[in-house]
């Protein structure tokens, strides 16, 4: 038998992720089976449990995913050398999730991850893991706009890293729960968070 090249076996994985998405989002993880999410992605369990041995491996990377998704976001903005501002900051993480949740309902999808995490010690440690790769890029942001007197050095920039997170995660309850306008919720982030000296961004359209 030959081997299975890689890119097939990304492609299987990317398939399986795609079905649990649609089936989680339509149902809930706990009125979605496995066999749910293989009849979805039509394949056979054989198949299937090389990638996810576990309905529970699959919620985890789905969560992985979407914080990988918003942690190269905050990266990409300061590929050039510059330090991007609280605003811009902000405005990065909000639009890589609404990108993400019209493809994805990536929103509606880690609310019900944070729930599950309170049940599951495997889940809670792989989102903490995924999620310390945001905190740390956030608070060394927040440390370098505390050394140029952007933001006052009285309070630890953990802290400060933690409520602008915080910021997000209210963003992707409104945007699942009301329906909220995203431009508007980003234009009220923006003013918030710009520091002394900066104004903020025009209005979005």
Excluded at 131 to 151: C, K, N, P, S, W
């Amino acid at each position: 038998m030959s081997p299975v090249s890689p890119a097939h076996l990304a492609a299987r994985r990317a398939q399986l992720l795609k079905a649990a998405r649609t089936c989680f989002a339509r149902n809930g993880f706990h009125a979605t089976s496995m066999q749910d999410v293989l009849s979805e992605a039509r394949m056979s369990p054989g198949g299937a449990y090389r990638y996810f041995p576990s309905k529970e491996a699959l919620v985890a990377a789905i969560a992985t995913e979407t914080l990988t998704e918003v942690s190269a976001a905050l990266k990409a903005l300061s590929e050039d050398g510059s330090t991007p501002g609280p605003d811009d900051m902000v405005a990065a993480v909000t639009s890589a999730i609404e990108r993400l949740d019209a493809l994805h309902d990536t929103a509606k999808l880690e609310i019900q991850v944070w729930a599950e995490a309170q049940r599951s010690p495997l889940l809670a440690e792989q989102f903490a893991r995924a999620f310390a790769d945001v905190e740390r890029f956030m608070t060394e942001q927040v440390e370098t706009y505390q050394g140029r007197g952007l933001i006052e050095r009285d309070v630890p920039a953990g802290h400060i890293a933690r409520v602008l997170i915080g910021l997000v995660h209210g963003f992707m309850v409104q945007r699942t729960l009301l329906q909220a306008d995203t431009a508007r919720f980003r234009d009220g982030l923006r003013a918030l968070v710009a520091g002394p000296g900066r104004a903020p961004a025009p209005p979005s359209e």
